[in-house]
T-cell receptor, first 113, second 111 residues
Framework: EAQVTQNPRYLITVTGKKLTVTCSQN?????MSWYRQDPGLGLRQIYY???????DKGDVPEGYKVSRKEKRNFPLILESPSPNQTSLYFC????????????FGSGTQLSVL | TQLLKQSPQFLSIQEGENLTVYCNSS?????LQWYRQEPGEGPVLLVT?????EVKKLKRLTFQFGDARKDSSLHITAAQPGDTGLYLC???????????FGAGTILRVKS
């Protein structure tokens, strides 16, 4: 089944403790992206990647890192999480870019205490 | 920064009623997408409109892109409880490779 898989679904952590949210897609998509969703603000793009080893900042990249060493994986790294990064995170992918259908993962609910 | 404003924020209606959700901006978008999101899941693409004035239909849902490509609407005819969810519009930004999302409209259809 074609899908975007995020792990974990839920994560509670403490300020400053490094964490990684994994994202994997099995559709051979070139484009991948991370969003955060907050009430009243919609989804905001954190980082995106057009292909392997090509990443770029979205609208809210501060406090986050990403890497794209393989086509299928696009992990989101929080080196030193802070409470304002408590949010619902979504990974998404498409074949080449935004003019093609974007597939979303099921989300990761992160709470930073 | 391009912004998309959706209205209304919340909508609670009876089964069988019609409704319209609006998505407005002062900016021009290359294309506009509509998504539906259910609790605990990611957004699912419903439709993409590309041409100014374009109208697309998906069963009881009608999507329209404004002539100037700055706004869009989603009209649902004879709403059903299964239509309940969060509806999001998203515009492809002027610089490409970015989607600007509206804050969403929460729709509840009561039986």
């Amino acid at each position: 089944e074609a899908q975007v898989t995020q792990n974990p679904r839920y994560l509670i952590t403490v300020t400053g403790k490094k964490l990684t949210v994994t994202c994997s897609q099995n559709m051979n998509h070139e484009y991948m992206s991370w969003y955060r969703q907050d009430p009243g603000l919609g989804l905001r793009q954190i980082y995106y990647s057009m292909n392997v080893e090509v990443t770029d900042k979205g609208d809210v990249p501060e406090g986050y890192k990403v890497s794209r060493k393989e086509k299928r994986n696009f992990p989101l790294i929080l080196e030193s999480p802070s409470p304002n990064q408590t949010s619902l995170y979504f990974c998404a992918s498409s074949f080449r870019g935004l003019n093609e259908k974007l597939f979303f993962g099921s989300g990761t609910q992160l709470s930073v205490l | 920064t391009q912004l998309l404003k959706q209205s209304p924020q919340f909508l609670s209606i009876q089964e069988g009623e019609n409704l319209t959700v609006y998505c407005n901006s002062s900016s021009v978008f290359s294309s506009l997408q509509w998504y539906r999101q259910e609790p605990g899941e990611g957004p699912v693409l419903l439709v993409t409109v590309v041409t100014g004035g374009e109208v697309k239909k998906l069963k009881r849902l009608t999507f329209q892109f404004g002539d100037a490509r700055k706004d869009s609407s989603l009209h649902i005819t004879a709403a059903q409880p299964g239509d309940t969810g969060l509806y999001l519009c998203a515009g492809e930004g002027e610089y490409g490779n970015k989607l600007v999302f509206g804050a969403g409209t929460i729709l509840r259809v009561k039986s």
